[in-house]
């Protein structure tokens, strides 16, 4: 729910007024029912809210305890808040309101740093001390929720969002070499502290900033998956890796029904989805809210995977809402769909979650979804050829990225560029992390810990809370992923991936939903980029603004607009829309 700003200044100035008023109006869509300013000398904080827990002014933001000092802005949902509130109790504290943002300012006086290992949930939160006058910058184990940094002299400031730092003004907008390289070749996935512009950094996930009252700061990494085994874990009976899985995902669902609020779920007919909507129907839900979206058929490939959607809507008497997209539609969305991007995202199902979002949001304001479970359990197409790596660096550059360095130095014009192979060299840093045993496993923690964070997490986070939505992703509760990171890669990969998951949900869900082809979000008229399309990108890459930043060598645009079908990427993207995005993004975010 919600989101946040704030400003801390290190050189004796008061925090800028102005700048919080416009960095918490540039928030306004993430929390539509409410916005609180807190300015306190050098220290401001400000909060745009989405009523979901403890709807009452009580649980208003910015949040101040007088009497321990301590003020707070959080985004997101700590699920065991109820059971954390019991323990303060039992040591004393007392509660001025019901929700969970009173609890992290609790938790946070009660143990300090070790407050964020008893969550569960998804959260980025700023606590500012009175009495010591440190701030303290925590995100959640999996970034799900945002926290983008702006620093320059004397003075720091945050946010939820990329732009709502572009609003307060005076930041570096030019572009960060290594970002790009990774923009380019790891499949638009930029990692942190990076983002694509030199001035805006962001907070790691899984991490806890304190921030001295003279600008020093340190880190602490508080959580990493550990995917090694046991002798017993291996030699375990699928039978009973399929009980505990089941048991930790049906957990991971209740957990995320926590609410004063309907919760729903976005429903695309694939396994993941079906499956939640599945345990939340077995678990006693009733009257149980889902969406589901289609787009026009494009170039002989269906738009939409009703059929199965449907399926299981109808199999659990869900209240099932479908909604059809146009193409003439799609086309008037994108300018908005950029927009709430924080950073570039390619994917084409980008549009398709805005447009989601937006219908959703008139019915219900927290939905579950689907999201993650591919990284965690092995779903993807890349990772049986990984399994029996003899080079597990090659083996995943060349299965998942767009282009190697030399084919992007041919592409991006050098002054643009780092020295060196960027992408290639991140890679090989994670692969030679301890903790993973396999070349599966170090392939399977790199996308969940780096990949999903800054490319699916990113995206289902910026385009539902473009419209006030909270989504929720139980396949990311931290358990589950320790639980999931432990099963043996081989019951991972069996029946064309993600076995396990399949194993659970055949107790569950119709065979049909299961025995089929993965689907994907399909976007056809952004995936064969013609007509209309064609000319708004070439539009775009021919724009004064476009020359004179000069990102892009003349012959490769050439190449791409006379032959956009010809330059697809190992991931089936399209090289064109790649470019034709980031230039979009720059013009709407930077000018």
Same mark, same amino acid.
């Given at each position: 729910?919600?989101?946040?700003?704030?400003?801390?200044?290190?050189?004796?100035?008061?925090?800028?007024?102005?700048?919080?008023?416009?960095?918490?109006?540039?928030?306004?869509?993430?929390?539509?029912?409410?916005?609180?300013?807190?300015?306190?000398?050098?220290?401001?904080?400000?909060?745009?809210?989405?009523?979901?827990?403890?709807?009452?002014?009580?649980?208003?933001?910015?949040?101040?305890?007088?009497?321990?000092?301590?003020?707070?802005?959080?985004?997101?949902?700590?699920?065991?808040?109820?059971?954390?509130?019991?323990?303060?109790?039992?040591?004393?504290?007392?509660?001025?309101?019901?929700?969970?943002?009173?609890?992290?300012?609790?938790?946070?006086?009660?143990?300090?740093m070790d407050c964020v290992d008893r969550f569960h949930g998804m959260f980025a939160f700023a606590i500012h001390e009175r009495d010591s006058g440190r701030l303290i910058l925590g995100r959640d184990r999996f970034g799900i929720k945002p926290l983008y940094l702006a620093e320059s002299a004397g003075r720091l400031r945050f946010a939820s969002t990329l732009p709502a730092l572009l609003a307060a003004g005076d930041v570096d907008t030019s572009i960060d070499p290594v970002a790009l390289h990774t923009y380019m070749t790891f499949h638009a996935v930029v990692p942190p502290p990076r983002t694509i512009l030199n001035g805006v950094r962001k907070l790691p996930p899984a991490t806890i900033r304190i921030v001295e009252p003279d600008g020093r700061s340190n880190d602490r990494v508080y959580w990493a998956p550990e995917f090694d085994r046991t002798a017993d874990e291996i030699a375990m009976p699928a039978e009973l890796w399929r009980e505990q899985v089941g048991a930790a995902l049906r957990q991971a669902v209740e957990r995320r029904m926590v609410a004063d609020?309907?919760?729903?779920?976005?429903?695309?007919?694939?396994?993941?989805?079906?499956?939640?909507?599945?345990?939340?129907?077995?678990?006693?839900?009733?009257?149980?809210?889902?969406?589901?979206?289609?787009?026009?058929?494009?170039?002989?490939?269906?738009?939409?995977?009703?059929?199965?959607?449907?399926?299981?809507?109808?199999?659990?008497?869900? $209240? =099932?809402?479908?909604?059809?997209? +146009?193409?003439?539609? !799609?086309?008037? *969305? &994108?300018?908005?769909?950029?927009?709430? /991007?924080?950073?570039?995202?390619?994917?084409?199902?980008?549009?398709?979650?805005?447009?989601?979002?937006?219908?959703?949001?008139?019915?219900?304001?927290?939905?579950?979804?689907?999201?993650?479970?591919?990284?965690?359990?092995?779903?993807?197409?890349?990772?049986?050829?990984?399994?029996?790596?003899?080079?597990?660096?090659?083996?995943?550059?060349?299965?998942?990225?767009?282009?190697?360095?030399?084919?992007?130095?041919?592409?991006?014009?050098?002054?643009?560029?780092?020295?060196?192979?960027?992408?290639?060299?991140?890679?090989? $840093? =994670?692969?030679?992390?301890?903790? +993973?045993?396999?070349? !599966?496993?170090? *392939? &399977?923690?790199?996308?969940?810990?780096? /990949?999903?964070?800054?490319?699916?997490?990113?995206?289902?986070?910026?385009?539902?809370?473009?419209?006030?939505?909270?989504?929720?992703?139980?396949?990311?509760?931290?358990?589950?992923?320790?639980?999931?990171?432990?099963?043996?890669?081989?019951?991972?990969?069996?029946?064309?991936?993600?076995?396990?998951?399949?194993?659970?949900?055949?107790?569950?869900?119709?065979?049909?939903?299961?025995?089929?082809?993965?689907?994907?979000?399909?976007?056809?008229?952004?995936?064969?980029?013609?007509?209309?399309?064609?000319?708004?990108?070439? $539009?775009?890459?021919?724009?004064?603004? +476009?020359?004179?930043?000069?990102?892009?060598?003349?012959?490769?645009?050439?190449?791409?607009?006379?032959?956009?079908?010809?330059?697809?990427?190992?991931?089936?993207?399209?090289?064109?829309?790649?470019?034709?995005?980031?230039?979009?993004?720059?013009?709407?975010?930077?000018?």
């Amino acid at each position: 729910m919600c989101g946040f700003c704030g400003e801390v200044r290190f050189d004796g100035s008061h925090a800028d007024a102005a700048a919080m008023a416009r960095m918490t109006e540039a928030l306004a869509p993430r929390g539509p029912d409410g916005a609180g300013l807190l300015l306190r000398d050098r220290v401001g904080l400000g909060h745009r809210r989405l009523t979901i827990i403890d709807l009452s002014a009580r649980a208003e933001q910015p949040m101040v305890d007088a009497d321990l000092g301590l003020s707070i802005a959080f985004n997101g949902c700590i699920y065991n808040y109820p059971q954390l509130r019991d323990d303060l109790q039992a040591m004393g504290y007392r509660f001025f309101s019901t929700g969970d943002t009173e609890v992290i300012l609790k938790a946070w006086h009660a143990w300090g740093m070790d407050c964020v290992d008893r969550f569960h949930g998804m959260f980025a939160f700023a606590i500012h001390e009175r009495d010591s006058g440190r701030l303290i910058l925590g995100r959640d184990r999996f970034g799900i929720k945002p926290l983008y940094l702006a620093e320059s002299a004397g003075r720091l400031r945050f946010a939820s969002t990329l732009p709502a730092l572009l609003a307060a003004g005076d930041v570096d907008t030019s572009i960060d070499p290594v970002a790009l390289h990774t923009y380019m070749t790891f499949h638009a996935v930029v990692p942190p502290p990076r983002t694509i512009l030199n001035g805006v950094r962001k907070l790691p996930p899984a991490t806890i900033r304190i921030v001295e009252p003279d600008g020093r700061s340190n880190d602490r990494v508080y959580w990493a998956p550990e995917f090694d085994r046991t002798a017993d874990e291996i030699a375990m009976p699928a039978e009973l890796w399929r009980e505990q899985v089941g048991a930790a995902l049906r957990q991971a669902v209740e957990r995320r029904m926590v609410a004063d609020v309907p919760v729903g779920v976005l429903l695309s007919g694939g396994v993941d989805s079906s499956l939640v909507v599945a345990l939340l129907a077995e678990a006693g839900q009733t009257g149980l809210k889902t969406f589901s979206i289609g787009f026009e058929e494009a170039f002989g490939e269906k738009g939409d995977e009703f059929v199965y959607s449907d399926m299981v809507a109808e199999h659990y008497g869900t $209240d =099932h809402t479908k909604i059809f997209v +146009a193409s003439e539609r !799609l086309m008037d *969305a &994108l300018p908005g769909t950029i927009e709430a /991007m924080s950073e570039p995202m390619v994917s084409y199902d980008t549009v398709g979650f805005y447009l989601l979002s937006q219908e959703v949001s008139k019915h219900i304001k927290v939905v579950q979804s689907g999201q993650g479970a591919d990284e965690v359990f092995g779903g993807y197409h890349w990772y049986p050829p990984l399994a029996e790596s003899n080079d597990i660096v090659d083996d995943y550059a060349r299965h998942f990225f767009d282009r190697d360095d030399a084919t992007l130095r041919r592409q991006v014009n050098p002054a643009a560029l780092c020295g060196t192979d960027a992408s290639r060299e991140l890679v090989a $840093d =994670h692969f030679a992390r301890s903790g +993973a045993g396999t070349p !599966l496993d170090r *392939a &399977l923690r790199l996308d969940a810990t780096v /990949m999903l964070v800054d490319d699916p997490v990113k995206r289902v986070d910026n385009m539902t809370m473009a419209w006030g939505l909270e989504a929720r992703v139980p396949f990311l509760d931290h358990e589950l992923v320790e639980l999931a990171a432990r099963v043996p890669g081989s019951l991972k990969l069996k029946d064309g991936g993600k076995g396990i998951l399949k194993d659970v949900a055949r107790q569950v869900l119709p065979a049909a939903v299961i025995d089929r082809p993965k689907g994907y979000f399909p976007v056809p008229a952004l995936k064969y980029i013609q007509g209309p399309y064609l000319e708004m990108v070439r $539009d775009v890459l021919h724009s004064r603004a +476009a020359r004179e930043r000069n990102l892009f060598q003349q012959p490769y645009l050439d190449a791409l607009l006379d032959d956009p079908a010809a330059h697809i990427t190992p991931l089936r993207g399209s090289e064109l829309w790649q470019v034709a995005l980031l230039e979009m993004w720059l013009q709407s975010h930077v000018g």
